[in-house]
């Protein structure tokens, strides 16, 4: 008998390319963006190591947590719903949510506001047609992930997005730093995605700003497409509710609110809405980057894909720097609107009342779920295991105990 024919190792890259070139497209939102034109605008080029900063950040948690899905079967949403008691899962099931809603608003702002640069289209229809697309859109996903594949075109792809917003900040920063344009400085002064269409008109050209709409348009449809998707896993993984049901429940959960939002704040408001769905990104990202860090050091059996201890210290350092830079800015913002405050003491003592301690509800939140420990069984194998076909093999004997319980 012949030995058979190994594809080759290209072949089956490509094979498994796409997932993970969405997920990290997504991290050019107009979200980002307007953080790019921003920081160019007014630091110049000072704030270029935030970005080699976020970019290896994000290499190594998306890292763990495909790594993780290999290993176990499951998404993180299903972890969750099968490791914590029942307050604490439909606590994190709700604050999800919340934050893929945050995070789908700017993809909708700025797909509507490029309507608009490239064709007219008033905001509204454009917030309209940017729903339409996307539902056609969740109609024609498909499936492919493995571990090696995933990290190779992951960098791929976060590599693209990390020099195209070196060169969205380093382009601002040249434009703003040159001292001869002086009708722009106001324009710099506060930038966002709608006055930089202004801008670049102005200074090179119609066309110039065309191609920042379409360069917009691709941002916020694959911004709104990829929460789209994690809104849908969010979802089944939580309900256990069958995934034909899901892919078409979850999108009403999650586009539809993003879209009344952004109808209701309108097109003058596009800065303030993208600043406050990034505020509330940044306070629900520990509820789910705490347990993804938890399930990564439970996993402690021999497992082809299993991260390194090194890797996962390096994550738990970078992520405990990160959540508590937002909590001091959190903090550190509302007691400078308590002083500068205009409001009479009695309402800001009220106010401070209700605030500080919910800021300490939220903190021990977070210090019980980093400090509980995991129950692994049934999450990782049992035993060590020496290859894929090996954790593929437990994952069927699993499946078939959970079915024989039921």
Same mark, same amino acid.
């Given at each position: 008998?012949?030995?058979?024919?190994?594809?080759?190792?290209?072949?089956?890259?490509?094979?498994?390319? @796409?997932?993970?070139?969405?997920?990290?497209?997504?991290?050019?939102?107009? !979200?980002?963006?307007?953080?790019?034109?921003?920081?160019?605008?007014?630091? =110049?080029?000072?704030?270029?190591?935030?970005?080699?900063?976020?970019?290896?950040? +994000?290499?190594?948690?998306?890292?763990?947590?495909?790594?993780?899905? *290999?290993?176990?079967?499951?998404?993180?949403?299903?972890?969750?719903?099968?490791?914590?008691? =029942?307050? +604490?899962?439909?606590?994190?099931?709700?604050?999800?949510?919340?934050?893929?809603?945050?995070?789908?608003?700017? @993809?909708?702002?700025?797909?509507?506001?490029?309507?608009? *640069?490239?064709?007219?289209?008033?905001?509204?229809?454009?917030?309209?047609?940017?729903?339409?697309?996307?539902?056609?859109?969740?109609?024609?996903?498909?499936?492919?992930?493995?571990?090696?594949?995933?990290?190779?075109?992951?960098?791929?792809?976060?590599?693209?997005?990390?020099?195209?917003?070196?060169?969205?900040? %380093?382009?601002?920063?040249?434009?703003?730093?040159?001292?001869?344009?002086?009708?722009?400085?106001?324009?710099?002064? %506060?930038?966002?995605?709608? !006055?930089?269409?202004?801008?670049?008109?102005?200074?090179?050209?119609?066309?110039?700003?065309?191609?920042?709409?379409?360069?917009?348009?691709?941002?916020?449809?694959?911004?709104?497409?990829?929460?789209?998707? #994690?809104?849908?896993?969010?979802?089944?993984?939580?309900?256990?509710?069958?995934?034909?049901?899901?892919?078409?429940?979850?999108?009403?959960?999650?586009?539809?609110?993003?879209?009344? *939002?952004?109808?209701?704040?309108?097109?003058?408001?596009?800065?303030?809405?993208?600043? *406050? %769905?990034?505020?509330?990104?940044?306070?629900?990202?520990?509820? %789910?980057?705490?347990?993804?860090?938890?399930?990564?050091?439970?996993?402690?059996?021999?497992?082809?894909?299993?991260?390194?201890?090194?890797?996962? =210290?390096?994550?738990?350092?970078?992520?405990?720097?990160?959540?508590?830079?937002?909590?001091?800015?959190?903090?550190?913002?509302?007691?400078?609107?308590?002083?500068?405050?205009?409001?009479?003491?009695?309402?800001?003592?009220?106010?401070?009342?209700?605030?500080?301690?919910?800021?300490?509800?939220?903190?021990?939140?977070?210090?019980?779920?980093?400090?509980?420990?995991?129950?692994? #069984?049934?999450?990782?194998?049992?035993?060590? +295991?020496?290859?894929?076909?090996? +954790?593929?093999?437990?994952?069927?004997?699993?499946?078939?105990?959970?079915?024989?319980?039921?």
């Amino acid at each position: 008998m012949e030995a058979p024919i190994e594809t080759p190792t290209w072949k089956r890259f490509l094979a498994h390319a @796409g997932p993970g070139f969405l997920i990290s497209l997504a991290y050019l939102d107009p !979200s980002n963006v307007q953080t790019d034109l921003q920081a160019g605008s007014i630091h =110049k080029y000072e704030l270029l190591w935030v970005l080699f900063f976020g970019f290896f950040l +994000v290499l190594v948690i998306q890292s763990l947590a495909v790594k993780l899905g *290999i290993i176990t079967g499951r998404n993180l949403a299903e972890m969750c719903m099968y490791e914590y008691p =029942k307050y +604490v899962k439909y606590g994190l099931w709700l604050l999800i949510e919340v934050g893929v809603i945050a995070a789908t608003i700017p @993809g909708v702002l700025g797909t509507a506001l490029a309507y608009n *640069i490239l064709l007219n289209i008033p905001f509204l229809a454009g917030v309209l047609i940017c729903g339409a697309s996307t539902f056609l859109l969740l109609g024609l996903q498909t499936y492919g992930d493995t571990s090696t594949f995933f990290l190779i075109e992951n960098a791929c792809a976060m590599l693209l997005v990390l020099l195209v917003n070196v060169a969205i900040v %380093s382009t601002t920063g040249t434009i703003c730093a040159n001292t001869q344009l002086v009708d722009n400085i106001d324009a710099c002064s %506060s930038l966002t995605l709608k !006055s930089t269409s202004i801008l670049l008109k102005n200074m090179f050209g119609r066309s110039t700003s065309k191609i920042y709409g379409l360069a917009l348009l691709a941002s916020g449809q694959s911004n709104t497409v990829t929460t789209s998707y #994690a809104g849908q896993y969010i979802m089944q993984g939580f309900s256990g509710m069958r995934k034909c049901i899901i892919f078409m429940i979850a999108p009403c959960f999650t586009v539809i609110p993003s879209l009344i *939002i952004c109808s209701v704040g309108g097109a003058p408001n596009i800065r303030q809405l993208i600043n *406050i %769905s990034a505020i509330i990104l940044a306070f629900v990202l520990p509820f %789910s980057l705490v347990p993804l860090l938890k399930f990564s050091s439970s996993c402690v059996v021999k497992v082809p894909y299993k991260n390194s201890n090194s890797i996962v =210290k390096v994550a738990w350092i970078l992520s405990v720097v990160i959540m508590g830079i937002n909590i001091y800015f959190f903090c550190n913002s509302f007691i400078s609107c308590l002083v500068h405050s205009e409001l009479p003491r009695a309402v800001n003592a009220i106010i401070s009342i209700l605030v500080f301690p919910f800021m300490a509800a939220y903190i021990a939140a977070l210090i019980y779920l980093a400090f509980r420990k995991v129950n692994a #069984a049934g999450l990782f194998p049992s035993v060590p +295991v020496s290859n894929g076909t090996e +954790v593929e093999a437990w994952r069927q004997e699993r499946i078939a105990d959970d079915i024989g319980v039921r």
